[in-house]
């Protein structure tokens, strides 16, 4: 064990009281990278170019500048001066650079008889994931303060940690001072909300950095936002096997973003990190692989089940879960993460096998400390009794009412076990999704022997639980709320600043009856330990499931997400309530609908008034018009968005897309929702004619309910367009509209998504983006000589698209280095991976909508689609590949010359030839790795060398010019045929390349 | 969209509203709008490095640049090295070694090793020809330029030391 754990020997014991900080105080101003986020527990920062010094020097108040490689702080009079004088500094930054793309190793924390074999036999299994928000529920409002004072060489430093480990190495290297010139003194003010350690050693270090170039006395407050963690969650993915009421096997993996334990000042400055993590957890991890049982992994997990295996991913010591190494951690956060899933997974088991959740719990557990308190907690609860009495409430006639109950085993301060349990009673409307923890019985036990020296500024329990299960229902932020550091704190406004709990939403103001059960129920208030509310989130969450059957499996359970999700649950219910009987008669009558040639035109109505549709409405319909890319098809090159006149061409002549825009004669203005979702599912319009499914109908079936009503609420709303696109004329007998009635009947089925119960909800996310509204196999599924997309095992195999190819997304992509699903998501979100290759042609507006849906959509559809390719090699076969195809490439080109040659020389290889040549602006794509240049048609490449790609999704990625201009068809056929055989020297020379130069040149792009 | 529409672009640490189509190559707003005639039209593809700028720091062909894909990032010309009197260390390099014979390519060549001693402040000579490679000279004063920037990153060097206290 590495000595940087203990305090250090020469490091005074302070505490508050000792030592307050100075009342005077400087404030400081510390630019955030843009983009900052971290990744691998590294963050990603921007390098910082260059800014104005001199201009921030002199702003009114300043008194010192700091810029030191990346990191750039003002130190000011007030914090208001520090935030106009970081302004005046006028910061450039480089573009952020993006994430590694290698995938995360993963790390066993703890290991007991065989899982994996276990799951293969098991005939019951579930497989979760739950998300934990880092920074806890209010990101943006929570703050977290830390004051540094330089004085006489040495350096004091208050903030709130009573742990302040590997800090005080780190703030020395960082003032390139000796340790013993440092002091940590323990303080926390009382504005605070913030998960302290997540943000206090990051608040410490940049004041220390400030208060040495001052010579002064620095306060810095920040909040996640600025440390680049306020979007960052922990993900826990359980899969367990039970058969009923007796657990098999449970195997759990912890991923998403790890709290950084390096402060953000370190890696800013480019200072080296003195203190490495890494060997402390080695040894923590090889206590548990050795096999010793299952004594460390309590802290893990407290129950006893047959076959455990428990991973993190990453090789870090912040990774660990419950281990807080040097007590800066994580360990709270990660803590609450892993109960939260851990409990909510135990519900969602007790749920499927029909058994009582509070005695599954007891059945698989050893621990008879901790038997005891949940017995003790259900009883107090009532929990054995029947169902909470009915209480008259205001609320109206839709309020449901459930329980849920949670427990919690973990590690505290000083190796102390605690033991703690909660029942949380909750009242949800039903209607609007309002949520109120009516109840909370809280039973905690710890061997923790005095209140922590935190204990004197700690609320009291009761008034801790209230507020834990305020903040649980409390809403995320809206797009609207404005980040804590748009308010510059000031001494006048930090006066009338009420208690963090007046903060909370009004309507919520109905604090929890808060009853104590447990060892400690008999002293008159608890000394608060955060362990004991780690139970919280989960009671809670399990209490709503109890109330309404909605499983919500990422905190905050605010009324927004469990309207959505009591809204999904009842269109659920009612398709299912149907019966086969009656739900053979609706597919009849669709049947029968769909095969008359012509349909009734619908009446026309007035468009909606401005203003009828929520904000939450339009917003949800521009993510699904995104997810659809209704704007990619209905703009026409240079024209105004959704106006339509967009030439498709299809094999059957050319196809022109229409005007959506509400106008209500050239548009869609006068279409009642009625006529709307008939076009979209069953691809008739308004007016009865049938619309050719160039226009992807037979895809937008599948679309729900709701999201297709907030589509229509989105186009109704936007600005009306008046543009009459050109008619589509196509040749005999495909002009014959009402034939495709007959095209409809063989080929198109009217049904709504059906999320596959044996699959995950992240594919199921993914198959409905994929599937429905993103249309993908559209153009990635071949089509029969009637124009129909081949499904089965054609589906996604790979098709065309606008004088493109469309490769296979399936097992038989030509790729020379697999996608993997990381790969895939890297692709879809910045249109770029660097083993594949650019987003082009079609595909390059795809991911442009792509951009404006959130990642874990986008993360969903690529989960979706790599479960149709092969298994991933591992990483380091997939590097081997990379490698192998360079190699490969750079032998081809040692034995080819000529003009082609010299053509590829003098226009490609200055941007692709990445070994060679100056870094520069955009990215240097590999052509050994491009999947187009190991296809079986030169389409691509031909179209890419025609057309350039003028506009990537992402900007950073450069621009490539077209050659069309340039180029002659001879040239642009000589230098496809060159590319092919220096950079796919494995495969076949393409045929037919000079025809294919010929014909793609006439035909007319997609943009210009 | 290609139609023209008002464009805020960053050239040399200056703030330029622009209209212009988002499409059109950085170099002619550059040359044509804002007069900045250091970065050279050579042969409008890319490929002879003569209209060279940095782009947040790293070389960029401002010929076959859209100027769109510019928005938000700094831009810094020739123009915004030095000036005759002040002439930033590669220029003043350049000067010393007389690395020039009619020109043309010098824009280019001055800022990818502007860019290059960014990256690498003490580039070997390997480096630098490799560097230097994709930026076409016609009168062959390869050997001149080389010694510059060599010279330059000397430069450099010593301004950098001498700045320290």
């Known amino acids: 064990m590495n000595d940087t754990q203990a305090p250090h020997p020469a490091a005074p014991a302070t505490w508050p009281g000792d030592q307050p900080p100075p009342a005077h105080s400087l404030a400081a101003h510390v630019l955030r990278p843009p983009g900052l986020r971290w990744s691998g527990g590294r963050p990603l920062v921007a390098r910082l170019l260059g800014a104005d010094t001199q201009a921030a020097a002199a702003a009114p108040g300043a008194r010192t500048v700091v810029v030191r490689q990346d990191f750039a702080g003002v130190v000011a009079d007030s914090a208001e001066q520090a935030a106009q004088a970081a302004k005046a500094l006028c910061a450039r930054w480089a573009p952020p650079p993006a994430p590694d793309p290698a995938p995360v190793p993963r790390r066993t924390l703890a290991r007991h008889g065989n899982a994996a074999a276990a799951f293969e036999q098991a005939q019951t299994r579930q497989s979760r994931r739950y998300r934990w928000p880092l920074a806890g529920m209010q990101p943006d409002s929570a703050t977290c303060t830390a004051i540094a004072d330089w004085r006489d060489g040495t350096l004091r430093v208050w903030l709130p940690s009573t742990r302040p480990g590997a800090l005080r190495a780190e703030l020395a290297a960082l003032l390139d001072i000796d340790e013993r010139q440092v002091t940590l003194l323990c303080w926390q003010s009382a504005h605070d909300g913030a998960d302290t350690a997540l943000l206090a050693h990051h608040a410490a270090a940049d004041a220390a950095l400030l208060a040495q170039a001052a010579q002064a006395c620095v306060r810095r407050t920040l909040s996640a936002a600025d440390a680049g963690l306020a979007d960052a969650t922990l993900d826990w993915r359980i899969d367990s096997a039970h058969s009923g009421a007796a657990l098999h096997a449970y195997a759990a993996t912890l991923g998403g973003t790890r709290a950084p334990a390096v402060p953000l000042a370190l890696w800013l400055t480019r200072t080296a990190a003195p203190v490495a993590d890494v060997a402390e957890f080695d040894e923590f991890a090889e206590t548990i692989d050795s096999g010793n049982a299952c004594a460390p992994s309590t802290a893990l997990l407290p129950y006893r089940i047959p076959h455990i295996e428990i991973h993190a991913a990453g090789t870090d010591a912040s990774a660990a879960g419950t281990r807080s190494a040097d007590g800066r951690g994580d360990s709270l956060a990660n803590a609450r993460a892993r109960v939260f899933a851990q409990e909510s997974h135990f519900d969602e088991i007790a749920v499927g096998a029909r058994v009582d959740p509070v005695s599954l719990r007891l059945d698989h557990l050893d621990d008879a400390r901790g038997a005891a308190l949940i017995r003790e907690v259900a009883q107090r609860a009532g929990w054995s009794s029947e169902p909470p009495p009915v209480r008259a409430t205001g609320g109206g006639g839709n309020v449901r009412r459930g329980r849920g109950f949670a427990y919690a085993h973990a590690v505290e301060d000083e190796a102390a076990p605690s033991w703690s349990a909660w029942v949380a009673e909750v009242e949800i409307d039903g209607t609007t999704g309002e949520l109120a923890v009516t109840r909370v019985t809280v039973g905690h036990d710890s061997e923790a022997a005095a209140p922590g020296p935190t204990s004197a500024t700690s609320p009291p329990m009761e008034q801790l639980a209230a507020q834990t299960a305020q903040q649980l229902t409390a809403p995320p932020p809206a797009f609207d709320t404005w980040a804590a550091s748009g308010a510059p704190w000031t001494p006048a406004a930090s006066a009338l600043q009420a208690p963090a709990t007046a903060a909370l939403p009004a309507t919520r103001t109905r604090a929890p009856d808060i009853r104590m059960a447990g060892a400690l129920a008999s002293r008159p208030t608890l000394a608060a330990g955060a362990a004991a509310t780690l139970p919280a989130a989960a009671a809670v969450a399990n209490a709503i499931f109890d109330a309404t059957g909605v499983r919500l499996r990422e905190p905050p359970f605010s009324a927004d997400r469990l309207r959505l999700a009591l809204a999904a649950q009842a269109a659920g219910k009612a398709r299912r309530r149907r019966g086969w009987l009656a739900a053979g008669a609706a597919a009849a009558a669709s049947l029968c609908a769909t095969v008359l040639p012509w349909r009734a035109p619908l009446a026309p109505v007035a468009p909606p008034e401005p203003g009828f549709y929520s904000a939450a409405t339009l917003e949800r319909g521009r993510l699904v018009a995104a997810a659809g890319d209704c704007a990619v098809c209905h703009t026409a090159p240079g024209g105004p968005k959704n106006a339509g006149g967009l030439a498709l061409e299809t094999p059957f002549g050319t196809v022109y897309s229409t005007n959506i825009t509400p106008d209500a004669e050239t548009g869609i203005g006068t279409w009642s929702f009625a006529a709307f979702e008939r076009a979209m599912r069953e691809g008739v319009h308004r007016d009865g004619h049938r619309l050719y499914p160039a226009f992807p109908y037979t895809a937008f079936a599948k679309i729900s309910d709701a999201d297709l009503q907030a589509l229509y609420a989105y186009l109704m709303s936007a600005e009306p367009v008046r543009a009459t696109a050109p008619r589509t004329e196509l040749a005999f007998p495909f002009q014959l509209r009402p034939l495709l009635a007959g095209w409809n009947l063989l080929f198109h089925r009217n049904a709504p998504f059906r999320p596959d119960a044996a699959r995950s909800p992240l594919w199921n996310r993914g198959a409905y983006l994929a599937e429905g509204l993103g249309h993908c196999s559209a153009c990635h599924s071949p089509r029969n000589a009637l124009g129909a997309e081949k499904g089965g095992r054609h589906y996604l195999s790979g098709g065309s698209a606008e004088g493109w190819e469309a490769p296979a997304l399936t097992a038989l992509s030509r790729a020379p280095v697999p996608w993997t699903e990381e790969a895939l998501f890297t692709y879809l979100r910045g249109g770029y991976a660097a083993h594949h290759g650019a987003a082009a042609g079609p595909m390059a507006p795809v991911v442009e909508e792509l951009t404006q849906l959130p990642a874990s959509d986008v993360q969903a559809i690529a989960h979706y689609i790599a479960s149709f390719a092969a298994p991933p090699p591992a990483p380091e076969r997939i590097d081997a590949l990379a490698a192998q195809a360079e190699r490969r490439s750079a032998q081809a080109a040692a034995s080819l010359s000529g003009p082609a040659a010299r053509l590829y020389q003098s226009a490609c290889a200055v941007c692709h030839q990445s070994g060679q040549g100056m870094r520069q602006f955009g990215v240097k794509p590999s052509l050994a790795l491009n999947t187009n240049l190991h296809a079986d048609r030169p389409d691509n490449v031909i179209q890419v060398l025609l057309q350039g790609m003028p506009a990537p999704p992402d900007s950073a990625l450069g621009a490539m010019p077209s050659y069309a201009d340039s180029l002659d068809d001879g040239q642009v056929a000589d230098l496809a045929r060159y590319l092919r055989a220096r950079f796919a020297p494995d495969k076949p020379a393409w045929q037919d390349v000079d025809a294919t130069v010929a014909r793609l040149r006439a035909a007319p792009a997609h943009r210009p | ?165």
């Open chain 2, 1 to 165: 969209m290609n139609t023209p529409r008002p464009l805020t672009l960053d050239v040399n640490h200056a703030e330029h509203t622009l209209c212009v189509a988002p499409d059109t190559p950085l170099l002619y707003i550059l040359r044509n709008d804002l007069a900045c005639n250091g970065p050279k039209y050579g042969c409008g593809l890319g490929q002879c490095g003569a209209c060279t700028v940095l782009v947040d720091g790293l070389a960029a062909r401002a010929c076959v640049l859209p100027v769109k894909a510019v928005l938000g990032r700094a831009v810094t010309t020739l123009e915004g090295l030095g000036t005759p009197q002040r002439p930033d260390p590669v220029q003043q390099a350049f000067i010393d070694e007389q690395a020039a014979q009619c020109g043309y390519c010098l824009n280019g060549m001055i800022m990818t090793a502007k860019a290059l001693l960014a990256d690498n402040p003490a580039p070997s000579e390997d480096e630098i020809r490799e560097a230097l490679r994709f930026n076409l000279c016609r009168c062959g004063t390869h050997v001149e330029i080389v010694r510059a920037v060599q010279r330059a990153a000397l430069l450099q060097r010593r301004n950098e030391a001498g700045a320290q206290p």
